[in-house]
């Protein structure tokens, strides 16, 4: 047969690594993705996305009368983060969604309206002069507007598919230039304002710095030093200033990110939300980590990238719950030690979704299976329970008990930070889903999907993927590939005994959270099969039960109508425990992705034989649990276990 067969990680060149830094697009409309994930997609695109209406988002740029500190600037940035990328998906799969022209001529009125915001010192934004690049969001603002500008650039400068329109994408890059020189001459070095650019914005500095990213994103469209160095002044104020973000050495001591506080600042105990020295910021903060990963991209400093790296693992040690959420009112908490109590507005969207472009980037980096395995999880629970089930917007808040609803409204807008991250995380999912880089090709993700990509010589790559999973444990992908490519396949570190095979033959050396990587002279229709190991598990943690299927956290839903959710579980459950009583049941509505009955020491009476029977009850999959939105659909993940009198 002239398989060849390694389990082996592939290590890439760090030339390559970094070549693959800074492409906004990435490989979107190389995947489309179908069945249940591809249609809320789908929808997601249609009605969230492509419905924005752009007038309203850049209205404030123009009006320029913000007093009260806000961030009505961040809307339009974010929108073009995601915007640009569907635009090129639906372009590129012949998409049905009916919002491709409409979405187009959005994108093109938005950028038509910022450019003709910008003052001629460079300033786009909505605050009066005197408080620019100050206290509150500007200098956030600014950031947000220079990714929307670096993306229309990259539309352009990239697309084959649609009408160019090359002279606007320069006007883009001129106008983003502009607008970081005038940060440069605000409160770069020697600013004109005379602060340093950290002890702007809030959070101690973190959310202007986070700036870094999108200047390292103009470095390398312009090769302009300016720029570097402007980076290297930003990292300098990241790293050094006792009071400052401390985003270096607190790391690489080990700090906890929930734990930074009081190294050389006094944090605010109390008073409003919205505090100035605090560290504990979660979004802000992995923003931060963002940019030192572009910028050790560009200069190879390692030890902003073990920093980086340090405070990823820590924070999935200390933070990431079940369901891959984190965040309590959008702060580190230690949570992962406290998800089965009812803490306030748990796993913030944009949270969610800046935790997945930070395991994207270390993915990309570290090519480590580990960070991917995160970004499954967060997707299939946090992210899509945040994500309406008509696709049209984002909730600010997804408990892991309670019910859903919708986020705020932002500076009296009808809109919030969240429902504009929201779109930004379904990319991460789509563009790592499978890969090419140099010679080697990645399947990251098992979805029902057409995928296609090319190798560094130019050569095609094709592949079909048949799969329900997650709610199916199955996968069958079947091959247009002509020709010598190592493929590889992500086993998830929770499948202790995945089973592969190729046309029909089982491959060993199969391990858990590494790459699997089958190397052979591919035929067009060689069929490969993973099934996945994926039982019910049991998860206890402070007198609590919560279970698991693979990457996806189950629940109850009061929808099923099937007794009291707080009952509790009689003692004897042990972390880790297999659960063999759990079987797929058929769904009680289309709302709901995926359905299991569980047979459970479940209630508070033993005393008869009766009563110490086990009781059945339904669960869901997490993200369908409580997607009515309404108060009356309620939904429980940690479940409480009993107590007895030696406790
Ligand atoms: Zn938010």
Redesign the pocket.
């Known amino acids: 047969m002239g398989a060849k067969i390694k389990g082996k990680v592939v290590i890439f060149s760090v030339a390559v690594a970094f070549a693959a830094f800074g492409d906004s697009l990435g490989n979107i409309g190389d995947v489309r993705l179908k069945g249940y994930i591809g249609e809320r997609l789908d929808m997601m695109i249609e009605r969230h996305v492509a419905a924005r209406d752009v007038d309203y988002i850049t209205a404030p740029f123009k009006e320029k009368t913000e007093r009260n500190g806000w961030w009505q600037t961040e809307f339009w940035g974010k929108w073009m983060h995601s915007s640009v990328p569907y635009l090129r998906y639906v372009s590129n799969v012949n998409w049905n969604g009916g919002g491709g022209a409409s979405l187009e001529d959005s994108i093109e009125r938005g950028i038509e309206r910022i450019l003709s915001s910008q003052e001629k010192n460079g300033y786009i934004g909505n605050y009066p002069d005197e408080l620019r690049c100050g206290e509150g969001w500007d200098v956030w603002g600014m950031k947000y507007t220079m990714m929307g500008l670096l993306h229309y650039y990259d539309w352009e400068y990239k697309s084959e598919n649609v009408k160019c329109k090359k002279d606007r994408a320069q006007c883009a890059l001129e106008a983003c230039r502009k607008l970081c020189d005038y940060v440069i001459a605000e409160i770069g070095p020697n600013g004109r304002r005379g602060r340093e650019l950290w002890q702007t914005g809030n959070w101690a500095g973190y959310a202007s710095s986070s700036i870094l990213e999108p200047v390292i994103w103009l470095y390398r469209r312009t090769n302009d030093k300016k720029y570097l160095d402007f980076a290297t002044y930003l990292v300098k104020g990241m790293t050094e200033p006792e009071a400052g973000p401390r985003l270096l050495d607190l790391a690489l001591k080990g700090v906890s990110v929930a734990d930074r506080n009081g190294y050389g600042n006094t944090p605010e105990k109390s008073g409003d939300y919205v505090m100035k020295h605090n560290r504990w910021k979660s979004?802000e903060m992995m923003s931060c980590y963002q940019g030192f990963l572009e910028y050790y991209g560009v200069t190879g400093r390692k030890d902003l990238f073990e920093a980086a790296v340090k405070t990823g693992n820590d924070i999935i040690k200390e933070e990431i719950n079940l369901a891959g959420g984190c965040a309590c009112s959008?702060a580190w908490f230690h949570g992962a030690k406290k998800q089965h109590l009812p803490y306030i507005h748990l796993q913030?969207?944009?949270v969610t979704t800046t935790w997945m472009r930070f395991c994207e980037k270390l993915l990309e980096i570290t090519d480590d299976a580990r960070w991917a395995d995160q970004i499954e999880r967060t997707f299939y629970n946090a992210y899509l329970g945040a994500l309406r089930s008509d696709g049209g917007e984002f909730a600010?808040y997804t408990p892991l008990t309670g019910n859903r609803w919708h986020?705020m409204n932002h500076c009296f807008m009808h809109t919030?930070?969240?429902t504009s991250?929201g779109p930004r995380g379904f990319l991460c999912f789509l563009k790592k889903l499978f890969a090419t880089r140099g010679d080697v090709v990645t399947f990251n993700f098992y979805s029902s999907a057409l995928v296609k990509g090319e190798l560094s010589g130019g050569r095609k790559v094709a592949f079909d993927m048949y799969s329900l999973y997650p709610r199916t444990d199955y996968v069958r992908i079947v091959s247009h590939t002509a020709g010598a490519v190592p493929v590889r396949f992500r086993i998830p570190t929770w499948s202790a005994k995945t089973e592969v095979k190729l046309n029909g033959k089982a491959l060993d050396g199969v391990t858990a959270g590494s790459y699997f990587t089958v190397e052979r002279d591919w035929q067009f229709g060689d069929i490969m099969e993973v099934k996945f190991d994926m039982p019910v598990v049991a998860h206890t943690l402070g007198h609590h039960v919560a279970f698991t299927r693979g990457p996806v956290l189950l629940a109850r839903d009061s929808r099923f109508a099937d007794g009291d959710l707080t009952e509790p579980f009689r003692s004897g459950i042990r972390d880790g425990q297999v659960m063999p009583t759990f079987a797929a049941v058929r769904t009680p509505s289309d709302d709901v992705w995926m359905a299991f009955s569980a047979t459970l020491p479940i209630g508070s009476h033993t005393e008869n034989p009766e009563a110490s029977n086990p009781s059945t009850v339904f669960f869901c999959d997490y993200a369908s649990a409580g997607n009515t939105w309404t108060r009356a659909n309620f939904y429980r993940t940690w479940f409480q276990i009993e107590y007895g009198p030696q406790e």
């Open positions: 979004y959008e913030e969207t944009c600010a986020g919030d930070c969240c991250n």
